[in-house]
């Protein structure tokens, strides 16, 4: 898989970590047009001869989202960043990596200054042990710290952090490390995603969220497959993504491609691809219950 394919699967996730800024109706079935431009081709997944495509949402719309589904931090919910002392692999630091870049992510989503402060010092000391002190630039770690009050530019900021990781791993030929990092921070966006969904007195939007997962899902497991390298960590993380898209089978999603328009500013070719999810809370309690179980297993 190319470095800009594994680039988007690296965004689609970064994104999962702010899944309820996607916008959609609330309610069992909803309705999203994304953009798609000739200059999202490049980061296309490949699967045989067919290509896959989703958009992803920008990081701050996510406080409409949140306050209309009438969230509430629960600080209860998070890995405890005391707790990443008990990871002595390099497997279970690489997957709790993610799960506190999950976690900082969401406490700057509701203004928890001290809570991402303590998350962000668990998460560069964690990327240190894993021998990643070189994937980030001093100036970065100085940005974030400073912005650590703006929510908005925190989450803009988080999402950098990463994708540097991201590089510094691919230019070391360590795939199977960011595959890791990925897909724990992935299983803890669902987690309080599920959770989320069963407090907010307003949910019909986080459900419709968890469905559309199945799209992300297909992917990730794409790139897993292709980051193992023989990596038995990867190899049994991907089996159980692969029964999370089991149970996912019962999730219907329906793509059409709309009109293909150029723009008039700038000769831009749009098309607006419309998606109709069908959300089955049996379903989404059997997934709930999936994602709990597997995401626990990371964090013991």
Known sequence: MSRTNIRTIFLLTACT?????????????????DQFTEEDASGLVNEGEKVVYYGTPSLVEVASIMESSGAEFTPELLNDPEASINYSTNNSKALNLGVYGADLAYAAMFKHTQ??????????????????????????????????????SLLDLVTDFYWSADAYLQ???????????????????????CNMSSISPNNGEIKTKIAEQ????KNLVLFMED?????????DMNEKLKELQKIYEGIEITQETGV??????????VIANETTVNVNNTVLMELCAKFGEIRNEIVK
Not at 137 to 147: D, P
Not at 214 to 217: A, G, Q, R, Y
């Open 17 to 33: 970590l702010t899944l309820w800024s996607c916008g959609g109706a609330g309610g069992e079935e909803a309705e999203n047009e």
């Open 115 to 152: 809570e991402s402060i303590n998350y962000l010092k668990t998460v560069k000391g964690m990327a240190e042990d894993l021998g990643m002190s070189g994937a980030f630039e001093t100036e970065l770690l100085a940005t974030i710290e400073t912005n650590i009050n703006n929510r908005d």
């Open 171 to 193: 230019d070391n030929d360590r795939s199977n490390v960011a595959a890791l990092i990925i897909a724990g921070g992935w299983m803890e966006s669902m987690y309080l995603a």
């Open 214 to 217: 199945k799209l992300i899902l």
């Open 227 to 235: 980051a193992a390298k023989g990596d038995q960590g990867v190899i």
């Open 260 to 269: 293909v328009e150029t723009q008039e500013s700038g000769g831009e070719t």
